[in-house]
C-alpha cells in the first residue's frame, strides 16, 4: 500500500501564501505523476496542478501564475506554493499520486486525507 500525508493548510486573508507539502511513503516501487486536486463545498474534486516524474508541469487555468508546484523524487515528495490567494481558492486540498506498488499490478491513483485551506476576504 501507498500512504500519503499532507500538512500546510489553514487559514490566511486574501493576498497572502501558504504552502502545502504531501509525502508519500510505503510499498512505492515507482511514481510517475503527482499533484493536488481540491474541492469546495458542494462543488465537484478540481484539478489544481500535477507534476511528472520528469518535472512536467500541468495547472488549472484559475491558478496559473499564482501557485507553482514542485517535487523531490528522492523523497517522493510534492508542494504546492500557493501565493496571492484569493477567496475563492477555499477549499479542501487533496495530494494524489500515481505510482505502482512492489506488490506488482498497474499504476494506480493514491489519495491523501485532504488539509483544509480557508481564504478570508
Known amino acids: 500500500q501507498v500512504q500519503l500525508v499532507e500538512s500546510g493548510g489553514g487559514l490566511v486573508q486574501a493576498g497572502e501564501s501558504l504552502r502545502l507539502s504531501c509525502a508519500a511513503s510505503g510499498s512505492i516501487f515507482s511514481i510517475s505523476a503527482m499533484g493536488w486536486y481540491r474541492q469546495a463545498p458542494g462543488k465537484a474534486r478540481e484539478l489544481v496542478a500535477v507534476?511528472?516524474?520528469?518535472?512536467?508541469?500541468n495547472y488549472a487555468n484559475t491558478v496559473k501564475g499564482r501557485f507553482t508546484i514542485s517535487r523531490d523524487n528522492t523523497k517522493n515528495t510534492v508542494l504546492l506554493q500557493m501565493n496571492s490567494l484569493k477567496p475563492e481558492d477555499t477549499a479542501t486540498y487533496f495530494c494524489f499520486c500515481n505510482a505502482k506498488s512492489t506488490t506488482g499490478g498497474a499504476n494506480l491513483n493514491y489519495w491523501g486525507q485532504g488539509t483544509q485551506v480557508t481564504v478570508s476576504s
Open positions: 507534476i511528472t516524474n520528469g518535472g512536467n508541469t
